[in-house]
């Protein structure tokens, strides 16, 4: 398995705290003797910077899985109100 990230799929933006961001990414099971490679799951990370007399650093990162596929056609969106 990978985990990859398509080229310009890290977006920063500033904010009046420092910075946020979202970063795409999916993981792959490798192909192996011709076989297609599978897409496991995808989706992004949700950033959240501070610049520290360090330099930049994580305040919080969270994922958020992009729902498609089989699993996706099970799950159903909730009602609008």
């Given at each position: 398995?990978?985990?990859c990230r398509p080229?310009?799929?890290h977006i920063i933006d500033p904010s009046p705290?420092?910075?946020t961001g979202k970063e795409y990414l999916a993981i792959v099971d490798l192909s192996e003797n011709g076989k297609p490679g599978v897409v496991h799951q995808g989706g992004h990370?949700?950033?959240v910077y501070v610049?520290?007399?360090q330099g930049w650093r994580f305040k919080s990162r969270q994922m958020v899985r992009s729902l498609s596929g089989p699993q996706a056609a099970k799950t159903e969106a909730p009602a609008p109100r």
């Open positions: 398995m990978a985990v080229p310009g799929g705290e420092g910075a990370y949700e950033d610049k520290t007399a």
